[in-house]
């Protein structure tokens, strides 16, 4: 999967300097907001929902993407800030965190993957793409991934998280199995704490604190999602699942919108072994196991969104959760990538649109 998702950020990068990605401004002509914008964040200030950052000058430009790092569990940990033009300190903001994939920066997932900023400038909210913790690769090189406490479990409890043809990938020291290939800093203790650093610098609504995130990203926003949903908005992981024996769902209200691929064989939506042999939830166990934590229906029906008919985007629910919460799975005719094309953002329209509709 690793391998695979390099080379594909390679082949994307050089198609990224041939070709312009137009983001379709809300409330514009031809709008996929079709003429209605998303609701606007209230004005809230300290003990009404807005952070204590409120009414303080920002640490980074407006408008700008710039680098913080914070000292957590010894380590230096690094994350860029993206803020839209339209920050106000004191008018409290949506956040969303938006997590890399193997391989992947803070930088590459902003300018490359899923172009978020453009559409954050657009709509109005604030982007944090955080970064993960290198290890050596042992070949001069350094390996960034996340810790979603599978990746460096195996075997897990349905057995191997890999197939003993399986690509062998650089293995941090901690590694005691073949199959791992990430490190085991507790990155879940990171994004609480990262939170309190955000929300301490900025306006941030914190009834409005999204995260989604791609490939192993989105894996890990799953277990962030499973972990610290009490902090949490929504969560919408793209093309990413747990591995196999490690499904999990939140004991409280969380809505979750899953984002796949029909053409993904690196991380397969339908439970097939992937192209470098590693073993991953299928999706509708992931849905049916969230649904059943959010009190939904059994069965799926369908559900609508901005996005429904590009690249044959539809999506599905399980319908009637307690508590307001809303399980969507979303499929789309496309490889391992995130849903965009040369016409917009489509995959952020529909993930923001979800988004917009929860609020803790």
Same mark, same amino acid.
């Given at each position: 999967?690793?391998?695979?998702?390099?080379?594909?950020?390679?082949?994307?990068?050089?198609? @990224?300097?041939?070709? =312009?990605?137009?983001?379709?401004?809300?409330?514009?002509?031809?709008?996929?907001?079709?003429?209605?914008?998303?609701?606007?964040?209230?004005?809230?200030?300290?003990?009404?929902?807005?952070?204590?950052?409120? #009414?303080? =000058?920002?640490?980074?430009?407006?408008?700008?993407?710039?680098?913080?790092?914070?000292?957590?569990?010894?380590?230096?940990?690094?994350?860029?800030?993206?803020?839209?033009?339209?920050?106000?300190?004191?008018?409290?903001?949506?956040?969303?965190?938006?997590? /890399? !994939?193997?391989?992947?920066?803070?930088?590459?997932?902003?300018?490359?993957?899923?172009?978020?900023?453009? /559409?954050?400038?657009?709509?109005?909210?604030?982007?944090?793409?955080? @970064?993960?913790?290198?290890?050596?690769?042992?070949?001069?090189?350094?390996?960034?991934?996340?810790?979603?406490?599978?990746?460096?479990?195996?075997? !897990?409890?349905? #057995?191997?998280?890999?197939?003993?043809?399986?690509?062998?990938?650089?293995?941090?020291?901690?590694?005691?199995?073949?199959?791992?290939?990430?490190?085991?800093?507790?990155?879940?203790?990171?994004?609480?704490?990262?939170?309190?650093?955000?929300?301490?610098?900025?306006?941030?609504?914190? #009834?409005?604190?999204?995260?989604?995130?791609?490939?192993? +990203?989105?894996?890990?926003?799953?277990?962030?999602?499973?972990?610290?949903?009490?902090?949490?908005?929504?969560?919408?992981?793209?093309?990413?699942?747990?591995?196999?024996?490690?499904?999990?769902?939140?004991? =409280?209200?969380?809505?979750?919108?899953?984002?796949?691929?029909?053409?993904?064989?690196?991380?397969?939506?339908?439970?097939?072994?992937?192209?470098? !042999?590693?073993?991953?939830?299928?999706?509708?166990?992931?849905?049916?196991?969230?649904? @059943?934590?959010?009190?939904?229906? @059994?069965?799926?029906?369908?559900?609508?969104?901005?996005?429904?008919?590009?690249?044959?985007?539809?999506?599905?629910?399980?319908?009637?959760?307690?508590? +307001?919460?809303?399980?969507?799975?979303?499929?789309?005719? +496309?490889?391992?990538?995130?849903?965009?094309?040369?016409?917009?953002?489509?995959?952020?329209?529909?993930?923001?649109?979800?988004?917009?509709?929860?609020?803790?």
């Amino acid at each position: 999967m690793k391998k695979r998702i390099a080379l594909t950020v390679l082949a994307v990068t050089m198609i @990224a300097t041939l070709l =312009t990605v137009q983001i379709v401004t809300v409330g514009e002509a031809g709008s996929l907001y079709k003429g209605k914008p998303p609701t606007k964040t209230p004005r809230l200030m300290p003990g009404e929902g807005g952070s204590s950052g409120c #009414g303080q =000058t920002p640490p980074t430009a407006i408008g700008q993407t710039e680098t913080l790092s914070i000292v957590f569990d010894s380590l230096n940990r690094s994350y860029n800030v993206h803020l839209p033009p339209s920050y106000d300190p004191n008018t409290p903001l949506s956040l969303v965190l938006n997590f /890399h !994939g193997y391989g992947g920066n803070p930088e590459e997932q902003e300018n490359v993957t899923s172009l978020m900023s453009e /559409h954050a400038d657009d709509t109005g909210y604030i982007v944090v793409y955080p @970064a993960a913790y290198p290890f050596d690769d042992g070949d001069g090189g350094f390996v960034y991934t996340w810790n979603d406490l599978a990746c460096n479990n195996s075997p !897990g409890p349905l #057995g191997p998280i890999c197939a003993f043809s399986a690509y062998s990938y650089p293995q941090h020291p901690c590694a005691t199995d073949e199959c791992e290939y990430c490190g085991c800093q507790d990155d879940v203790g990171f994004v609480n704490a990262l939170l309190d650093e955000v929300e301490a610098n900025y306006c941030i609504d914190t #009834g409005r604190v999204y995260v989604t995130g791609f490939s192993t +990203g989105a894996m890990f926003v799953q277990r962030v999602g499973c972990a610290l949903a009490d902090r949490l908005a929504a969560i919408a992981p793209v093309h990413g699942a747990l591995h196999t024996g490690y499904n999990c769902a939140p004991s =409280t209200t969380l809505p979750i919108m899953e984002v796949w691929g029909s053409n993904d064989r690196i991380v397969p939506a339908d439970g097939a072994l992937s192209t470098d !042999g590693y073993w991953y939830t299928l999706v509708d166990d992931v849905v049916d196991l969230w649904g @059943a934590s959010q009190g939904c229906d @059994a069965s799926a029906t369908p559900y609508t969104t901005v996005s429904d008919g590009t690249r044959n985007w539809t999506c599905i629910q399980r319908a009637n959760c307690a508590a +307001g919460a809303e399980v969507v799975s979303c499929s789309w005719r +496309g490889p391992h990538w995130w849903p965009k094309n040369k016409q917009g953002n489509f995959g952020a329209e529909a993930i923001w649109e979800f988004f917009s509709k929860h609020s803790k």
